[in-house]
């Protein structure tokens, strides 16, 4: 099995910042792409941004320049550096995995860690 847990959710004022974390553990082989989603009350799920095993980054045009995402492939873990916030990223914020395991690849989610941008 494998579990994600996340951290470093939170309240924030608007212009303020916080660092989400999240680390896989368990049965690992590998793990490929990794990202962050988020889903707003009345909302559908969306991307936030995701980052693959060499680096390379994608991000939600609504939060380009503010956030930034980075993984460490030793520890299986990836972070979420969100600055600016904004009362609109205020969700519950999920961490994802693509995870390599000797039955095969699979996708796992953690369960989630709420974010409030209020003054």
């Not at 494998?2 to 590998?30: D, H, M, N």
């Amino acid at each position: 099995q494998v579990q994600l847990v996340e951290s470093g959710g939170g309240l924030v004022q608007p212009g303020g910042s916080l660092r989400l974390s999240c680390a896989a553990s368990g049965s690992i082989l590998g793990i490929y792409l990794m990202g962050w989603y988020r889903q707003a009350p009345g909302k559908q799920r969306e991307l936030v941004a995701e980052i693959t095993t060499g680096g390379s980054t994608n991000y939600a045009n609504s939060v380009k320049g503010r956030f930034t995402i980075s993984r460490d492939n030793a520890k299986n873990t990836v972070d979420l550096q969100m600055n600016n916030l904004k009362s609109e990223d205020t969700a519950v914020y999920y961490c994802t995995c693509n995870v390599l395991r000797t039955g095969g690849l699979s996708s796992y989610w953690g369960q989630g860690t709420q974010v409030t941008v209020s003054s």
